[in-house]
């Protein structure tokens, strides 16, 4: 296999892939929408309450983590409807599974939030 060179056409045309997903992602999907408001009361909290640098640091990686989740979870529900729109139990078990991934890190994402915020919330009054 040959191996190809670095092309800066072929990397913005890897982007602009990419960005039309996160479109198609916010078009399609109604959770992307909750994920946007979530993110966007977290980053005002965030800068109201003026966060350390290692607070903002788990804060950011807590909103990725969510989001990365989120939309593979969307591709793989996505990808097993494709497969069979018939009703199959190791389809619903991975469709599960996925958005159990989906549910852990929005878990996650909320007690950094309450570990950051809570405490900061309290000083204040």
Same mark, same amino acid.
């Given at each position: 296999?040959?191996?190809?060179? $670095?092309?800066?056409?072929?990397r913005?045309?890897?982007f602009? &892939?990419?960005f039309r997903?996160?479109?198609?992602f916010?078009k399609r999907?109604?959770?992307?929408w909750?994920h946007?408001a979530?993110t966007? +009361?977290?980053?005002?909290l965030? *800068?109201w *309450? ?6 903002s &640091?788990?804060? +950011? $990686?807590a909103i990725? $983590? +969510?989001? +990365?989740?989120?939309?593979?979870n969307?591709?793989i529900?996505?990808m097993?409807d ?6 199959? %139990?190791? /389809?619903?078990?991975? @469709?599960? *599974? ?5 549910? !852990?890190a929005? &878990?996650t994402?909320?007690v950094?939030g309450?570990l950051? &915020?809570? %405490? @900061? /919330?309290? *000083?204040? !009054?």
């Amino acid at each position: 296999m040959e191996k190809q060179k $670095f092309s800066v056409n072929a990397r913005a045309r890897s982007f602009a &892939f990419a960005f039309r997903g996160i479109g198609s992602f916010f078009k399609r999907e109604h959770n992307a929408w909750l994920h946007f408001a979530a993110t966007l +009361v977290a980053l005002a909290l965030s *800068m109201w *309450m003026g966060l350390s640098r290692s607070e903002s &640091f788990a804060l +950011v $990686f807590a909103i990725g $983590f +969510v989001w +990365v989740t989120e939309i593979l979870n969307t591709c793989i529900e996505k990808m097993m409807d494709f497969i069979s729109t018939e009703q199959h %139990p190791q /389809i619903r078990l991975i @469709k599960d *599974m996925a958005a159990g991934a989906v549910l !852990i890190a929005a &878990f996650t994402a909320l007690v950094i939030g309450l570990l950051i &915020f809570v %405490p @900061k /919330i309290l *000083m204040s !009054i």
